[in-house]
Structures are given as structure tokens and as C-alpha cells.
């Protein structure tokens, strides 16, 4: 089974600077999806980026930028320009794309971020 | 709206209680979720249905029952509730791809005391 492993409980950054939230899976599939949700305090789950392991162009979002190395299986967001408004928890999440798997989403323990004024 | 909406938002109910939570997408999607949400925040699934056919039950105790009367609807029942089922419940839909993202419900914060 696939895992999801966010090594990092909490992280903290000052406004506008940058931060950088790890992320590493284990699988021995070889195509699949990874995600990037945000939970601000109203928990609401917001989908931040996705990934696809077939393409080896990492994915952006505006000041969302991951850094996707498969060999290494690491899948790491980097926030650029932090806001206070980013300050939420991160979740790190993985989809399979075989049937039996492919029915959901895995998730990491997710990172905390606090943006500093 | 166009959302995956879910209610009731908060649930406070004694022990023993039998409880259900509805969800409704209406965004044409074939698959729908239940994730449970921890105190440590960690999100787990506990079921996916395409199409109203349960796909995946991941070891969750049969007194949580999921019902799907049709594909934009999947209400979770749950009998005999017990402390350990505090949680926030999280209702998602998304497309049978799977590169297609799970849009998810606001949540519903069961309190069992």
C-alpha cells in the first residue's frame, strides 16, 4: 500500500519570504497523481497543486511551485512571497492510477504552517 | 453553487445514538467519499462509491453504514455512536480519472459525549 510521509508537524515562515513543506511517498507503481491541499482554520479543504509522475515539468500555481524528484520520491511545495492568508495546514496526498487504488486519495499527517507578521 | 455540500455542519449527541450525515455534489461526478478527520488532523478514507457501487471500505466498523440513493447523493448512518467516533467527517466527489482532484464538503464535526 501507498504512503504518504510529511516529516515536518509544524513549519514557520515571515511574511513575503519563502518556505518550503517536504513531502516523500513510498509506491512501486510507476504513473500516478500527487496533490497539495491547504486546510485554513474554517477546515475547508483547498486543492493548492497537482502533479502528474509522468511529467518531469514541476508543476506551479502562482506563488505555489512544487519540486518533483520520482526517483527519489519526493514530492516538496515550495510557497514564494508567504501571506498571512497562507497560513493553514498542508496536506501531501497521493492517487494511484491502477483500479483498487485509484478510488482514493492518500494522504500525508500534514505540516502547519504559521505565517509571521 | 456548484460545491459538494454537506450537513449537518456541527453534530453534538450522546452515546449509544444513531446519527446520519447527508452530502450532495452537483458537479457531475461519478465518485463520491467519506474521509474521516482525527483529533492529530490526519485524514483517512473511510469509503468510496462510483456510481452508487461501494468500491472501497477500509476497515471501518459496521455500525457506519453508507447509503447512495443516486451518484450526486452519499449520506453516512452511523448506529451506537461511540466516544471514539468524534471526528470531523469530510464528504468528497470527484471524476472516475485519477488526475482528477476530490472536491470536498466544509465538513461536519461530530461530538459524541
Known amino acids: 500500500a501507498q504512503t504518504v510521509t510529511q516529516s515536518q508537524p509544524e513549519m514557520s515562515v515571515q511574511e513575503a519570504e519563502t518556505v518550503t513543506l517536504s513531502c516523500t511517498y513510498d509506491?512501486?507503481?510507476?504513473?500516478?497523481?500527487l496533490f497539495w491541499y491547504k486546510q485554513p482554520p474554517s477546515r475547508q479543504m483547498i486543492l493548492v497543486i497537482r502533479q502528474e509522475a509522468y511529467k518531469q515539468q514541476n508543476a506551479t500555481e502562482n506563488r505555489f511551485s512544487v519540486n518533483f524528484q520520482k526517483a527519489a520520491k519526493s514530492f516538496s511545495l515550495k510557497i514564494s512571497d508567504s501571506q498571512l492568508g497562507d497560513a493553514a495546514m498542508y496536506f501531501c496526498a497521493y492517487r494511484s492510477t491502477t483500479q483498487g487504488g485509484s478510488e482514493k486519495l492518500v494522504f500525508g499527517k500534514g505540516t502547519k504552517l504559521t505565517v509571521n507578521p | 453553487d456548484t460545491a459538494v455540500s454537506q450537513t449537518p455542519k456541527y453534530l453534538v449527541t450522546q452515546m449509544g445514538n444513531d446519527k446520519s450525515i447527508k452530502c450532495e455534489q452537483n458537479l457531475g461526478h461519478d465518485t463520491m467519499y467519506w474521509y474521516k478527520q482525527d483529533s492529530k488532523k490526519f485524514l483517512k478514507i473511510m469509503f468510496s462509491y462510483n456510481n452508487k457501487e461501494l468500491i472501497i471500505n477500509e476497515t471501518v466498523p459496521n455500525r457506519f453504514s453508507p447509503k447512495s440513493p443516486d451518484k450526486a447523493h452519499l449520506n453516512l448512518h452511523i448506529n451506537s455512536l461511540e466516544l471514539g467516533d468524534s471526528a470531523v467527517y469530510f464528504c468528497?466527489?470527484?471524476?472516475?480519472?485519477?488526475?482528477?482532484?476530490?472536491?470536498f464538503g466544509n465538513g461536519t464535526r461530530l461530538t459524541v459525549t
Open positions: 468528497a466527489s470527484s471524476q472516475v480519472a485519477p488526475n482528477s482532484p476530490l472536491h
Open positions: 509506491t512501486s507503481e510507476s504513473d500516478y497523481y
